[in-house]
């Protein structure tokens, strides 16, 4: 009985150490792979652009001159130009200036007198407030604008009118296609008020509405 005891000691004895020399063994397991965060994307931050677009409006001139009215027609033609601005996101809100100057071709033609109105270019410091859903981001915008507009009267001649106290309103969606790239579209209707030209007593009124595309990048 003796020696079968010792033997299942022994036996037991074996088994223990070799558990105990796989334990020591290198683990066959893969290395633990550290967990990836994506960054949440941010449209805090400077940004740059260009634009391109399409705008239509009208002119109001119903002064008297020479015995006869000044009546000019609707305007339209292309515009496009270049913006600069900054955002800043608070939460899912998003706040923003914005500066931007547009060449254009929104020209009226030649009534049967020769009175003609002809925009050569325009420009808007705005603010804009908008709400983030992620990487989209829909916004309002409202400001200044100021412009040059070239009126020519028939038998009168021509002149270049700075216009200047105008304001500016509109609304866009933009998407951020990279954390770099932004692209968007834009409405905006801009009023560039009301001048006296030629020292004629004509009052020239010029406002518009614009559709374009932008993009931009941003810092």
């Known amino acids: 009985m003796k020696k079968y005891l ?19 063994l290198p683990s066959r397991k893969g290395p633990v792979v550290a967990p ?21 409006g009208n002119v109001n001139a119903g002064n008297s001159f020479n015995g006869r009215t000044v009546t000019i027609g609707n305007t339209d033609g292309f515009v496009g130009g270049g913006q600069i601005g900054y955002n800043y996101q608070m939460g899912q809100f998003v706040l923003g200036l914005e500066a931007d100057l547009q060449a ?37 915008t409202g400001g200044w604008a100021y412009g040059n507009v070239k009126t020519t009267i028939g038998g009168l ?4 009118k700075s216009h200047t106290g105008g304001y500016a309103l509109g609304a866009g969606l933009e998407y951020a296609v990279t954390n770099n790239i932004i692209a968007g579209v ?15 007593g004509v009052k020239i009124g010029n406002d518009f509405s614009v559709v374009r595309a932008r993009l931009s990048y941003k810092f």
């Open 6 to 24: 010792l033997a299942s000691v022994a036996a037991l004895g074996i088994v223990a150490a070799g558990a105990a020399s796989a334990a020591d």
């Open 186 to 200: 834009e409405y905006m209707y801009v009023d560039l008020g009301e001048k006296t030209v030629l020292n004629s």
């Open 104 to 140: 254009a071709d929104l020209s009226t033609g030649s009534n049967v007198f020769g009175d003609r109105v002809k925009t050569d270019y325009y420009g808007t410091v705005r603010a804009r407030v908008g709400v983030a859903f992620d990487r989209f981001m829909p916004y309002v």
């Open 157 to 160: 001649g021509s002149t270049d």
């Open 36 to 56: 990836v965060y994506v960054p949440v994307f941010t449209w805090t931050g400077f940004y740059i652009g260009a634009n391109a677009g399409y705008g239509w």
